[in-house]
Nanobody, 121 residues
Framework: VQLQASGGGLVQAGGSLRLSCAVSGRTFSLYAMAWFRQAPGKEREFVAA????????DYADSVKGRFTISRDNAKNTAYLQMNSLKPEDTAVYYCAAGDTIVIVSTRPRSWGQGTLVTVSS
């Protein structure tokens, strides 16, 4: 399976961005999806995950109430809507695919390339 992330950019604090992750190569609905991020000088960290059907989601405490993960199985695409962005959200964001929402949150099967999000103060 191939994952292509897009939608990153420069935004002011308090602003919004929507990241997209287009999936090809296998049936999209077979995969739970997740977003991770890696800030400069820090380890990659879990951000959000969504189940294969979209019926279950999970978020890191740092983004709860601000970020929303979703998916469109007809478009083979997962999304991360990011609102109320903070400078500490600055990072390279990666999408990932896995067999279940639990597995994708800890041991993803596949990774996309990153997309840079920069939040200015």
């Amino acid at each position: 399976v191939q994952l292509q992330a897009s939608g990153g950019g420069l935004v002011q604090a308090g602003g919004s961005l929507r990241l997209s992750c287009a999936v090809s190569g296998r049936t999209f609905s077979l995969y739970a999806m997740a977003w991770f991020r890696q800030a400069p000088g820090k380890e990659r960290e879990f951000v959000a995950a969504i189940s294969r059907s979209g019926g279950a989601t999970d978020y890191a405490d740092s983004v709860k109430g601000r970020f929303t993960i979703s998916r469109d199985n007809a478009k083979n695409t997962a999304y991360l809507q990011m609102n109320s962005l903070k400078p500490e959200d600055t990072a390279v964001y990666y999408c990932a695919a896995g067999d279940t929402i639990v597995i994708v949150s800890t041991r993803p099967r596949s990774w996309g390339q990153g997309t840079l999000v920069t939040v200015s103060s």
